[in-house]
């Protein structure tokens, strides 16, 4: 029977090469299954990183990481399998798309699951259509724009079918109805009972969104729990500049107010 928390980090820490500071400071985490998370935080926070250690493109320098409850093996082997359950969706879709057109690409992972060419086909076609690529497999990924290359991205690894789906800054590169279109997704494969992490510095994206939200400060987590219980944590989210809007300052200043504007509520005739 499987674990109710899909990943857990005890202690965990790590610095990159070359660097003082750590990306992961003694980080202790418990992530459900099955559950809309947020990792939610500024940038610098250590939300990428931790998604780096979820599949093992990371490894700690002290502590550990444990997937269902399993201490993560590190060998060729168990990487393959763990990827394969595991797939993220990196920030700069360049770092993803490496095939010469966006048909090879999708079908990438599925031929190396070992999985025969109808299968991987399927699969491809099944992720194109998620993702509105139908009409571009053929394209030259280089020649995809910023969205299309975000969408290319998220299909490759859909097409893999993972357990648990990792999506760093998930509105980059992303206008209003794509965003809607993705989500839609997001949200049928939370129906079917798979976990999609999602790390942000949106606070609306948390807030509307998640079931369970992570809050990360210096390489830390300083809170996590229920949405409405880290909502209600004003001081929290002070912590991190997230108890408003950012916008809101500037909404009752003189300096940003709209010139010659009628205040009335009336427009013009």
Known sequence: MKSET????????????GHQTPALDELTLALPRG??????GHNGAGKSSLFLHCNGILRPDAGRVLFHEEPIDYSRRGLLDLRRRIGVVFQDADDQLFSASVLQD????????????AEARRRVYVAAEQCDLRHLLDRPTHALSGGEKARAALAGVLA???EVLLVDEPT????????????TIFQDLSEQGKTIILATHELELARHWADFIVVMHGGRVIGAGARTQIMADQQLLAR???????????????EYAPANVPCTGQGDS
């Open 106 to 117: 999708l079908s990438f992972g599925p031929l190396n699951l070992g999985l025969s060419d």
């Open 35 to 40: 559950q809309r998370v947020v990792i939610l």
């Open 172 to 183: 980059a590169s992303l206008d209003p109805l794509m965003r809607r279109q993705v989500f």
């Open 6 to 17: 899909v990943l857990r980090f005890e202690h965990v820490r790590f610095t990159y090469p």
């Open 240 to 254: 991190i500049g997230m108890d408003r809007p950012w916008y809101e300052p500037f909404m009752a200043s003189e």
């Open 160 to 162: 893999m079918d993972p």
